[in-house]
């Protein structure tokens, strides 16, 4: 445990980190990382839920005060497994239970049907005209909401788009 000590500058202050130190804590943390986000599935990564994108972010903070010293370096990475399996907990419950993937993932909210836009759901999904042609191209490839049958803001962020046959 010494060596450990030793090259990963564990009881030092993180003022004190050499760059050695702060060299071999980043490959360790980035291996970890690596590690953390495989036993995280592929969602984590994926365009998907607000807690999807929030675990990201907070493993990365977490992740980097390990690096910095800022904060002891093996509970650091303790404490991203902890995370990983409240996450994966989550996800589970949102599986089983329709109103609490509602509460943590929220619902999809129809922007435009048969051809007409939703002028109040654009308004509380604080979605401008402009957002809604720009998205109907990107991922309908249609250029007017008219040619729409139903476009849809996803959960996840994105908008799918289903067009009017012919």
């Known amino acids: ?35 953390i986000v495989r036993c995280g599935d592929r969602r984590l990564l994926g365009r998907n839920a607000g807690f999807d994108v929030l675990l990201v972010v907070i493993l990365g903070s977490v992740l980097s005060r390990g690096i910095n010293g800022q904060a002891a370096f093996f509970p650091t990475l303790g404490v991203c497994a902890v995370l990983v399996f409240l996450h994966h907990l989550l996800a589970f419950a ?14 999809p909210r129809t922007l435009v049907r048969n051809g007409e836009a ?11 005209p402009d957002d809604l042609d720009e998205n109907l191209r990107l991922n309908g490839n249609v250029s007017d909401p008219a040619q729409v049958r139903e476009a849809r803001l ?13």
Do not use: C, P, Y
């Open 1 to 35: 445990m010494h060596l450990l000590d030793t090259l990963l500058g564990l009881h030092r202050d993180s003022a004190d980190l050499t760059f050695g130190q702060m060299s071999l804590r980043a490959l360790v943390v980035f291996l970890w990382g690596i590690v």
């Open 118 to 128: 939703d002028r109040e759901e654009m308004r509380r999904t604080k979605f401008t």
């Open 154 to 166: 996803e959960r996840n962020g994105t908008v799918s788009v289903i067009a009017k046959d012919g």
């Open 94 to 107: 949102t599986l089983h239970s329709d109103g609490f993937s509602r509460l943590v993932k929220g619902t």
